[in-house]
């Protein structure tokens, strides 16, 4: 091979390795997230540790749903911010099942994440459902919640699974 061919063949090798890790970076983030919430996902290295931030924007989404419906604005495009925050809140409720799937495939102890995640998903359930009886505008995100209520439902099934199926850690003893 010649001297200017392989030079060119190292740079775009090179080119393709530095936009590498940028893609990848891009692949990670969820497009629910803000890039702040999506550097903590990453920065949380063990499946249990995201279950609770999973959780936690999960009700994040949920009040904001609730503070949009309750205060009126005439935004043309409401219907489309009122689905975007149902499905933004199945999203992370999603995450956080696929999290602790993962956690319980490694044999981590997902007791602890799975006491918060089952009391916050109860929650959510009881809001999504009371949102279904007497929400404001129900036609424009009716398929949404339904949903939304959906994933919540899933969610606590694959809890209560994970809860019979999770044991004990092993105690190690002194000798």
Do not use: W
Not at 112 to 139: C, M
Request: aromatic share 6%.
């Amino acid at each position: 091979m010649t001297l200017p061919r392989l030079s060119a063949l190292l740079c775009v090798a090179l080119a393709a390795a530095m936009l590498l890790p940028a893609a990848r970076a891009q692949e990670e983030k969820k497009d629910y997230l803000t890039d702040a919430e999506a550097d903590q996902i990453r920065d949380a290295r063990l499946p249990v540790d995201r279950i609770p931030l999973f959780v936690q924007f999960a009700s994040d989404r949920l009040k904001q749903f609730q503070y949009e419906l309750a205060h009126k604005h005439t935004e043309n495009r409401r219907s489309e911010l009122l689905n975007g925050i149902l499905n933004a809140y199945a999203g992370c409720v999603d995450d956080a099942t696929d999290q602790l799937d993962i956690a319980m495939e490694s044999q981590q102890d997902i007791r602890p994440a799975l006491k918060d995640f089952e009391s916050h998903a109860k929650t959510f359930l009881e809001t999504l459902q009371k949102i279904r009886k007497d929400g404001q505008e129900l036609d424009t995100y009716s398929d949404t919640l339904d949903d939304a209520i959906d994933a919540t439902h899933d969610a606590l099934t694959d809890l209560a699974k994970a809860g019979k199926q999770s044991s004990q850690p092993p105690v190690r003893r002194k000798p």
